[in-house]
């Protein structure tokens, strides 16, 4: 079975620029969310799209910005990048906001 | 606030050592209430959903279950494969983003 496709796998980016992660959701599922999780910690919410529109926010910072396509892939762009943003990047997808959410395996971020 | 709490934050077991994982949670309109499986570096991997008080799921050596205020994940005679970090996790907002719980680190030692 298909499952959520994460791009690049891995990052290595200098303080202060800019990174974008991309997420490539279960085909017809129409709902994708970002979470970030850093060492020893649990996955915090970033934000959501539901049909290719923002849907919800959570603890994301003014510095990122996130989208969802006309062919339901998304795209998390972080810019002005701090030591602190390194962690582990996910996309989840599911087929409304009422069932399970699939993850992907995930994009490791490491600011240095 | 919703809220989810999981105990014990680790757990060490000899193989066929049963157990249960514990999660607790504080919402506000229960949506459904998931557990995932997250290995080292790794997404997580989703196990169950339970939508209601009373409900139990199973798969291989796990089994889970759902009170109106917890869920408990148990391990009937775990193998050294079972290891991982077990997350617990509810939908909040109007989208259900997931509230999840710090986890509980599963070792299970031959």
């Known amino acids: 079975a298909a499952g959520v496709i994460q791009s690049p796998r891995h990052l290595i980016k200098e303080k202060r620029e800019t990174a974008t992660l991309k997420c490539y959701p279960i085909?017809?599922?129409?709902?994708v969310y970002w979470y970030q999780q850093g060492p020893g910690q649990d996955p915090q919410f970033l934000i959501s799209?539901?049909?290719?529109?923002?849907?919800d926010k959570g603890s994301i910072p003014d510095r990122f910005s996130a989208q969802q396509f006309s062919d339901y892939h998304s795209e998390l762009n972080m810019s002005s990048l701090e030591l602190g943003d390194s962690a582990l990047y996910f996309c989840?997808?599911?087929?409304?906001?009422?069932?399970?959410?699939?993850f992907g395996p995930g994009t490791r971020l490491t600011v240095l | 606030e919703d809220q989810v709490t999981q105990s014990p934050e680790a757990l060490r077991l000899q193989e066929g050592e049963s157990s249960s994982l514990n999660c607790s949670y504080t919402?506000?309109?229960?949506?459904?209430l998931f557990w995932y499986r997250q290995d080292p570096g790794k997404g997580p991997e989703f196990l169950f959903t339970?939508?209601?008080a009373g409900e139990e799921k199973e798969k291989e050596r796990l089994k889970a279950t759902l009170t109106k205020k917890e869920s408990f994940l148990h391990i009937t005679a775990p193998k050294p494969e079972d290891s991982a970090t077990y997350l617990c996790?509810?939908?909040?907002?109007?989208?259900?983003?997931?509230?999840f719980g710090k986890g509980t680190k599963l070792s299970v030692k031959p």
């Open positions: 085909p017809r599922h129409d709902t």
């Open positions: 799209f539901y049909e290719k529109m923002q849907s």
């Open positions: 996790a509810v939908p909040s907002g109007s989208q259900g983003n997931l509230i």
């Open positions: 919402v506000s309109g229960l949506r459904g």
């Open positions: 989840a997808s599911s087929f409304d906001e009422a069932n399970e959410q699939f």
């Open positions: 339970l939508y209601s």
